[in-house]
Every structure is written in C-alpha cells, then in structure tokens.
C-alpha cells in the first residue's frame, strides 16, 4: 500500500482533522482517507492506518503554524508529512493516559463546553509546542505537532505538568531531534510527554477555552499553571 504508516484509537481521527472545514480547508477534510485493520494488543486492540492521501500529509497549512518557528516537516523513510505547531490541552498527567487527565483534549475522552465547570477564561484549550530541526532520514513519532499520524504517541495534546519552555525534556516515542536547545528531547516509547514551548521570548502563547489568546509567562507559579490546565477540578485561581 502507497501510504504513510501510522496509528490510531477507534479510528477516531484527531482534533486538527475535525477543524479543517472551519479554516477553509474543505478539500483536505474530504481528502482524508485510511484504511485500518485491527491488531491485536496486551489488553485492548489498536488500530494501524495508512493515510493513503500522500498530496494530505504533504500540505502545509499555515494557519496551524507559527511564524517565529521554522518550517515543520516530518522526513519518514516513505516522504514527509507537515504538522504544525498547536496542541490541545490533556491536563498536567502524560500525554497518553486514560481517566486521570481532567483536560479539554483527554486521552480517548469527549468534551462538551458544559464539562468546563472551572471557567472557560480560566481553562487553557490550547498551545504552543516547537518544531525541531528537520532530520533527512528516518522516523520520528509522538513529536508535538504531528497530527496525522493519530494521536496514539501523544501528538496532538501537551501536559502542564512541568511550566513553558521548561528544561526538562519532552519524552517522545521517537525524537526528531535531541539537540534541540529550545526544545530538549528524550525517546520513551512508554511515557509521552510534550510540554508547551515557543521560540518567543519568557513565555508562550496559550488559547483559553472562552477563545481568548494570553501569554502566559514561563516564570508562572506551577500550581497556578496545573489549575489552568484542568477544566473540573474547583480549583481558586488567581491573577496570571
């Protein structure tokens, strides 16, 4: 099969896919094509697809990227896919995990705005994340901003769990790049972690569920940062 390996839950695919006819995008909405077969894993069954729309996975979009990033393309040994710069919020827990997330873009869960009882002006939905340098060769899964490859390896979400542009290292099945010095990496085929990161100067820019844009500091007291990220959890928070 002429296609792009990659992996997905319940054949659901992504939030990035799901927008795409809002951000006059309707022929790539309607280009997304995957054909999948059951495999059978310890416990549960995953989902492999191939996306089989190669002119898909090789359009950028420039609405998903920011322009103080450099250019975002994935090298797989089968050609490059283009991803993006945004991620959704899964909580302040691992960016693939189930029941414990309490964030907008939980693993394998669904989010209505009434399930926002925190407050949308005080719940983050999403943000930044950085696109490592590109590599020639290779492959290079769970990176943040990866969006078709389905979400599985942590992709599409970040976690607050460490503060913005952080030191500690994002944990990725596959790096893209470990040198990276805005955005360290480590691979962890178990663990994913992304955490939000931008190539702006003391901070990053977070989306709040309202539809506002704030920068939030990366200086910002960590408690205060987990409460953002939760949508439930009846925390009090103050100025940030």
């Known amino acids: 099969m002429d296609g792009i390996h990659t992996r997905a839950i319940n054949m659901i695919p992504g939030f990035t896919y799901r927008i795409l006819q809002y951000v006059d995008q309707a022929p790539m909405y309607n280009a997304y094509e995957v054909d999948c077969a059951n495999v059978s894993m310890i416990n549960s069954v995953h989902v492999y697809c191939f996306l089989s729309s190669q002119t898909f ?7 998903f990227m920011c322009p103080s990033d450099v250019g975002p393309a994935f090298a797989e040994s089968s050609g490059v896919r283009w991803g993006g710069n945004y991620m959704g919020c899964i909580g302040w827990s691992r960016n693939r995990s189930t029941g414990s997330d309490n964030g ?18 005080s719940t983050m939905m999403l943000s930044e994340g950085v696109q490592r340098v590109t590599v020639p060769t290779g492959f290079s899964w769970g990176y943040p901003g ?48 992304n955490y939000a990161r931008s190539k702006h100067v003391g901070g ?11 920068f939030i500091s990366e200086n910002i007291d960590r408690g205060t940062y987990r409460a953002l990220a939760t949508m439930s959890g009846d925390e009090v928070i103050g100025e940030f």
């Open 57 to 63: 996975v090789r359009t950028a979009l420039p609405a």
């Open 104 to 121: 907008m873009f939980g693993y394998e869960t669904k989010t209505k705005m009434r399930d926002i009882t925190n407050g949308t002006s």
């Open 146 to 193: 990866c969006y078709w490859i389905g979400g599985a390896h942590g992709e599409v979400t970040f976690t607050a769990f460490e503060t913005p542009n952080t030191s500690a290292a994002d944990q990725n099945f596959l790096c893209k790049s470990t040198t990276d010095v805005n955005a360290p990496c480590v691979s962890n085929q178990i663990d994913k972690w």
């Open 204 to 214: 990053v820019h977070i989306g709040m569920a309202d539809g506002a844009v704030r």
